[in-house]
């Protein structure tokens, strides 16, 4: 096989609590990570007379040497690229930047598990999750593929199985960077550790997304989209945002919602995945 084409979906924070933060600045959290069946697709071909990994097309505003993706093809052989067969790497691009949807994280996991298997490395889940973390906190938990209750930066992940439900997920005219989100000085910091068990049950209820109320501070179009999609049920930041979602029981109560969208909304409609789809399509290879 000298070509494959492998999703990247997308990631939802059911719920973000921040606990507390380490010297090195990085926050402590407690979240709910759940994948959607919709996101990024990447291809990646096989190119045995053109050594090196490169990208079929550069992405807006990001160069080359600081995609994830290409960040990822280095940390997974570092010197050895060189002698390894070249890929050229096509991106079907969905999902928002500064979204929250994790979409770098999930590239760049889907390009660790390609390479992977493309060069037949022999790595297994527990070493490509540890490269993945000096790429990214979110990175981990693509690479391992199931819904999970995230702790510590993130990287300490125990699988979970939330109900499976649809979900709307509106992207307000912003993007946010998370780096100015952890660092505001409003930003709650010292949200108390909760019990995880009914979280680990996917009745997220009782929690709530810890960065929400700083991103509707310094982003009024959120906070906007937010109040718009509460008329219909709980709804959510996820990450640190830009995007939010609400939560429905069947594909055809959230398409009605998604219908009623106020004019200029951009989003989507997707179910909820325990099982990332990365993961189901790798195992038909």
């Excluded at 540890?130 to 930066?153: K, S, T, Y």
């Excluded at 780096?179 to 409003?186: E, L, N, P, Y």
Aim: hydrophobic share 40%.
């Amino acid at each position: 096989m000298t070509t494959i084409t492998l999703p990247a979906p997308a990631k939802i924070n059911l719920f973000l609590h921040i606990n507390g933060r380490r010297a090195d600045g990085y926050h402590l959290i407690q979240t709910l990570f759940q994948f959607l069946d919709y996101g990024d697709e990447l291809t990646f071909e096989l190119t045995p007379g053109k050594p090196g990994v490169r990208l079929a097309q550069s992405m807006p505003g990001v160069a080359d040497a600081d995609n994830l993706i290409i960040k990822a093809a280095h940390a997974l052989v570092g010197d050895a690229l060189a002698q390894l067969p070249g890929v050229t790497i096509s991106i079907c691009k969905k999902l928002p930047m500064g979204g929250g949807l994790g979409g770098g994280s999930s590239n760049a996991a889907t390009t660790l598990l390609a390479l992977n298997y493309l060069w037949q490395l022999g790595h297994d889940e527990d070493a490509l999750a540890e490269l993945g973390l000096n790429l990214g906190a979110d990175v981990p938990v693509f690479v391992r593929g199931h819904a999970a209750i995230g702790e510590g930066v993130g990287e300490q992940l125990t699988p979970a199985n939330p109900p499976q439900d649809w979900f709307v997920v509106l992207k307000p005219e912003c993007n946010i960077q998370t780096t100015k989100i952890f660092s505001a000085k409003g930003l709650t910091r010292n949200t108390p550790k909760m019990t995880m068990a009914p979280a680990f049950e996917g009745d997220a209820s009782g929690y709530k997304n810890d960065c929400e109320a700083t991103v509707r501070k310094l982003y009024p179009d959120v906070a906007e989209s937010l109040n718009w999609l509460s008329q219909f049920g709980p709804a959510r930041l996820t990450g640190t945002g830009a995007c939010i979602f609400g939560r429905f029981p069947t594909e055809s109560a959230a398409r009605i919602i998604w219908k009623s969208r106020p004019s200029g909304i951009k989003g989507f409609v997707a179910r909820g995945v325990n099982h990332s789809p990365l993961h189901q399509k790798l195992a038909e290879l």
